[in-house]
């Protein structure tokens, strides 16, 4: 049953995130990534992982592809669908990288297997929290504090001359 | 995930009973809003359809099931489609969450009442209440009119902005309750409801989620002295009734969460434990139809003033005062 499931969704979030890369309009492309995140987001819960399932959808679809809708709303874009598809030269180094993660992928899969993944185990939110805050501490301090350097800077580059 | 067909049943049962009794209570609503409106203002309001209107919003679906379904020329079709479901599913599937009384004992078994208690339920909530967003965004966009997109801007910096202020106002309650869990939440107010310890919580989140459901004093996304309907202005019929509808499951729910996370949810004297529930989520929806008939409408910079520089650090502080007090005492 989970298997059915678990395929039906990898089958939506590969085609949704398909479609959000090659749709031109770039508000169809915030909707197909919102679809995507939100599959991403049911996968985890089935791998039991709802807090990773919930903060997929709160931070990703909820507020970082609002963020984007956000300011395509504000644009006034024309008619993006009748833009002419990017050349080459554009687009060549994603193409590079994507080589790069399947050659990797490849090496992995054809290395010999490292004995069966670990049983699925679910971690209560107090565990999570212990491990994500005694661990590595430093780690989150250290991102908090990036995220407040882009809230200075914004403030910066917004302030009234 | 249930195997047993009588658990499964049990879940279809509870959902179909969830379903109908939120679809009912939410079109009584409607009529509700129209009377007690009617009546702050010294008016009778809707009483023809039925005994004292009561069969009122049975005409209401009738006429908006049989208007034309209008799409504009120039809206974006699938999108323009899509909106409505966006901003009334979100509400619905809230309720999945929430305890409406003790668990039953049926047949020997021990019936839970409540679809879901996930372990993450509050986060559940807090979820589904960002995607509601895509809703009003989505609609004021796709009809390619001046007023839905102006609406629908506005619905999604307001939504943003509060949903910051609600989210973070709620942190005390699971500090207090030592859990995410709807059902613990509630268990932990079994002598004294939350809003003994967290009046000021209880306060930024009551402002909150009345600007989340999008009402009077912050109907700014639907203004209709400015900007006609905002971001439903071009919708007809039942697409109209969707986001119409969704605007009142929005209501039972948020009144619903904030019964349930400050006033101690089922819990009461004498009365069955779903009666109180429901009385608590009743008061919740009159205090925003009273607010409708009083209060005037803020500007947008109050709105995003009050927003971004009251609640927001309010609750902050409230969260470090919290902490303190549990440390200390």
Known sequence: MEQIVFYILAAVVVIATLFAVTERHPVHAIVYLATSFFGLAVIFYLLL?????????????????????????????????????????????????????????????GMPFFGPPAAAAQIDIRGFAAVLFRNYGVAVEIISLQLLFALVGALYLGRRR | MPTDTFDIMLLLAKLTL????????????????????????????????????????????????????????GADRWLYYLAPAMAAIPAILTFAVIPFGPPLTLFGRNIPLQVVDLNIGLLFFLALSSIAVYGVALGGWASNSKYALLGGIRGLAQLISYELSMALSLVPVVMLAHSFRLGDIVAAQASVPFIVYQPL??????????????????????????????????????????????????????????????????????LPPAVWFALKVLAFAFLFIWMRGTLPRLRYDQLMHLGWKVLTPLALVNILATGWFIMVL
């Open chain 1, 49 to 109: 992982a709802p807090l990773a399932a919930v903060f997929e959808v709160i931070i990703y679809a909820g507020a970082i592809m609002v963020l984007f809708l956000f300011v395509i709303m504000m644009l006034d874009l024309g008619h993006p669908e009748k833009v002419k598809r990017p050349a080459f030269r554009d687009w060549w180094p994603a193409v590079v990288l994507s080589l790069l993660i399947l050659a990797s992928f490849a090496v992995l899969a």
């Open chain 2, 201 to 270: 919580a209880f306060l930024i989140f009551l402002i909150s989620i009345a600007a989340e459901c999008k009402r009077v004093p912050f109907d700014l996304p639907e203004a209709e002295s400015e900007l006609i309907a905002g971001f439903h202005a071009e919708y007809s019929g039942m697409r109209f009734g969707l986001f119409f509808v969704g605007e009142y499951i929005n209501i039972l729910v948020l009144g619903g969460l904030a019964a349930t996370f400050f006033l101690g949810g089922w819990h009461g004297p004498w």
């Open chain 2, 18 to 73: 969830l379903y109908g009794l939120v679809m009912t209570a939410a079109a009584y609503l409607v009529l509700a809003e129209r009377r007690v409106l009617a009546w702050i203002q010294d008016r009778t309001g809707p009483n023809r359809v039925g005994p004292l209107g009561l069969l009122q919003p049975l005409a209401d679906v009738i006429k908006m099931l049989t208007k034309e379904d209008v799409c504009p020329a």
